[in-house]
């Protein structure tokens, strides 16, 4: 519960500011709530027009009343150093009680530039400009805080082993990760950095990360039962929710008047004595005096004291990152903190034109023979993990190729100089709509030391400005990654393969990692997870040594440490990853009922997969089992290695869009293994996949007696075979043959696919959804697949899988499956060979594309003169996978209120891309749930001949 003074803090907060805009000039924009995740609708400058002078004046006579006592309230919490928040707007409300704010209340807002610095100038400045002293740290400082060097130089202590925790072990880690935050925070000179909203304002300012960790270790520990109450109830529900950088143009979430620093601080000291009592004192942690270790799992109460252990990391990390993109001189060097790594003191580096073998150093192309990888962490591992780390997923990886390193400051130099970032045909459109928003010519981190055009930079760490090490990775967005990868395509003509560059994958990624330090290494012996035993100060050392846990502050070359055995250089540390999967659930996947919401919002299709860990990543995030992502816009300490293959890559990906991938995505967790297995009731648990098996290949069951529907009168069995029969119409239509190929966009589980290849002499068939184009090429490869058919409740019966007639393995041979992207339609024309047809079907697809004309306007350049095009679709348009502005009907016109619908608009875009309309029918289609309900879907097809 929220105190009654808190939520009327709260509530004041929002009247005043409310009243200075209500005060300010009229500019049209939104004035959000105070709190980011207020219920409350946004305020605009026309709402507060309609507002009377006489509400506007009452209400801001009852704030000013109420925000007095606040004031005085508050001056008594902190008067040490600063003016509390509320005192902060107080001292401009000294006046007589009538309706007309003074004039220098009037001018509060427009005396400041920018919204955030009512923040600024409340007493804090002076104590927190220059090194702090030891005052600083609420906890210990770091010269006598667990982990701290010979030098004075304070490094990450190992992941703590929870097979035998003792209260003094749970204490000094602890320290460890309060001071280590603490000690980045020192960093910060003056007031501003911790009230200014980063540049991309995709973050909330610092003051928010220097409440929020100690927020969350009270707040999980309440829901754990560990501790009964909170320790300052308003702190703890500002403080509470983070946010995910969900669109790089929004602009709006850092308008309100925050804590003074004081505040924090002293909150901070609360907290920390809370801990530390509750590490001291609480029965479940009783150790009988470190004699008899406390065993801790998921189950355990203190699972949520090492949750916010973990949690205190990921911002330590992310915090440094929002150091890095901080005005340098609002930042200064902390003492005691990580040095740099030595090579910044090399004084060879150049600012410009660098020089491969000279300046850095080449980055050869190593094959590497795939394997099956296991991914997941087993849940007796006896170490914390986030919920996501949970569960399994066994994975055949193809042969590929990766670069001996990740890509280098030198290397990423030609394509800036190239004009990488003024050339749109590099970027995909949503990464040259972030890239233009953000006016980027080079990397963010990059700074440039000379003339325009003279392509002469510096870099930035998360303190200094130094002279650009080209022998550095690169730091670079997901966007950026990507860019480079079709530019070296174009450039070097091919890779070592016949497709394109791209990133790495998950699983490949645990190839190329040390064998002595893998997953099943560290399934077999615990050490083996290197961060268990390996505490910051020993991790650059040795026959694995790593720039990781914290070994130093700052990036390095990347040939300074042993590769691997594959030969592959920093698959951990340095600086983390990108990676082709999206952010996905293992089989299994549970959450945590203390942190029920870590994972699942980004399962999502929008976050991409980062591994391996940067030189700040500590604790959890530096294990093996670590599984971590962000929005492809966002900045970490990331870069990207250059990986080729033959095959398509073994990604996991939760793209929106099919009438299938997108079910596979909400139903992720119940995924199935991605590898050939022996096991025929692989898919017993898979109810999704069950689903599509019996819709693609209704003959399944003939052999065990079980019937696709229900025998009865009238039964609808015209809505069989609906996959083959949408293949059948297209092959009716008569396509002029050119090439005679064929396009299944969405093929789901293949059966319409092996349709088509009875009539064309090769079929392209890919779809969102990796475990249906796995099952397809499992059943290509003649396994005889087995799948369970619900019956009724927990009943359920299995079938195998049995092929229309005349589908055999010559006509199954003529089918190239792959996972793809409908909204990649114009890309694939651009970058796959022979990529046009005579024949393309998108089977109840179109209305589940979150760009629907990315699809359509791609057609002209796919088919072939005289082709078909078969669209089937219900129309079924749905905010959740297309957004209303994309939808191609199934709403009315804005001005005349005349319904618009879609089939209507198809006929004229399809005109419009120079197709006619030859053919329209409704198409019946039954999917079964059990076998007494069923789905009747009554889909319009239609076709399309190219003129």
Known sequence: MISAAAARSRSVFSSLRLVMTSRGAITGSTIRPLRHDSPMRSITSLDVLTTSNNAIGNRFNSCRTILRENAAAARTISTRRAKSSGAAVASALEYDDDDTPPASYKDVERTRKEAWMVNLDRGDNEWLTGPRSNEWYTGKSPLHCPGVDSKGILRSLPLPNLSGVTRQAALEYFDNSWTLFEMLFAGLKGDEPFYRPPVHGLRHPQIFYYGHTPCLYINKLRVAGVLE??????????????????????????????????????????????????????????????????????????????????????????????????????????????????????????????????????????????????????????????????????????????????VTNGEFWQFVADGGYRNKKYWCEDGWAWRTHRNLKWPFFWKQVGPAGSHEYGLRTIFEEVPMRWDWPVDVTYYESKAYCKYKSERDGDSPTSKPYRLLTEVEHHIIRHPRHSLDAARDDVSADKVMVTSGSEFAHGETAANLNMAYSSSSPVDSFPPSESGHRDTI?????????????????????????????????????????????????????????????????????????????????????????????????????????????????????????????????????????????????????????????????????????????GCAVGGSSFELAKSFEHVEAFDFSNNFVEAAKRIQAGEELSFRVPVEGDISEEVSVVHEQGVDSDVMERVHFF???????????????????????????????????????????????????????????LEEFTPKSKWLGGFHDPVSQEPLYSKDNLKQIMESLGFEKIHEEQMPLVIREHQRKYQYILSEASGWRKL
């Open 229 to 406: 109450k909170p320790v300052n109830a308003y702190f703890e529900s500002i403080f509470e929710v983070g946010v995910d950088e969900m669109l790089w143009d929004d602009m709006h979430k850092n308008d309100m008047v925050w804590p003074t620093v004081s505040e924090v601080y002293e909150y901070r000291k609360d907290v920390y004595d809370t801990i530390v009592h509750a590490i001291r004192t609480h029965p479940c942690l009783d150790d009988k005096g470190g004699a008899e270790p406390v065993s801790l799992n998921q189950d355990h109460p203190m699972w949520s004291l090492f949750m916010g252990f973990e949690h205190e990391r990921i911002h330590l990390e992310t915090s440094s990152v929002l150091f890095r993109e901080t005005p340098i001189e609002l930042v200064q060097r902390p003492a005691h903190f990580p040095t740099l790594h030595p090579s910044v003191y090399n004084n060879t580096s150049k600012a410009t034109q660098p020089v491969e073998g000279v300046d850095f150093p080449a980055n050869q192309m190593i094959p590497v023979k795939g394997k099956d990888i296991k991914l997941g962490k087993p849940l007796d591992f006896p170490s914390y993990g986030w919920d996501n780390e949970y569960g399994e997923r066994s994975m055949t990886v193809p042969d590929f190729y990766a670069s001996e390193h990740m």
């Open 819 to 877: 996972q793809g992207d409908a909204c990649a339609l114009s890309e694939y024309a651009d970058s796959k060979e022979e990529f046009t047809f005579d024949a393309v079907m998108l089977s109840n697809l179109l209305c589940g594309l979150p760009d629907p004309m990315a699809a359509l306007n791609a057609m002209p350049r796919i088919v072939n003169k005289g082709g078909i095009v078969v669209m089937v679709t219900p129309f079924t348009w």
């Open 573 to 745: 540390g340095n600086n983390w990853e990108w990676t082709e999967d999206h952010f996905n659930p293992l089989k299994n996947f549970e959450v945590h009922h203390v942190y029920d919401d870590f994972s699942t919002p980004c399962f999502d299709g929008k976050h991409s997969m980062i591994v391996g860990g940067s030189f700040m990543s500590t604790g959890d995030e530096a294990s093996v089992f670590a599984r971590f992502h962000f929005r492809p816009h966002f900045l970490q300490h990331s870069g990207f290695r250059l990986v080729a293959s033959e095959e398509d890559a073994p990604a996991t990906q939760l793209f929106p869009g099919s009438f299938a991938g997108q079910a596979a995505a909400r139903d992720e967790e119940t995924q199935v293994d991605d590898t050939p297995s022996t096991d025929n009731n692989v898919y017993e648990t898979d109810d999704l996949l069950a689903m599509y098996l019996g819709l693609h290949f209704p003959l399944s069951g003939s052999k065990e007696n079980i019937h696709p529907i229900m025998q009865h009168e009238h039964a609808p069995t015209h809505g069989l075979r609906f996959p083959q029969r949408v293949a059948e119409l297209l092959c009716k239509l008569k396509p002029v043959r050119t090439n005679n190929r064929a396009l299944d966009v």
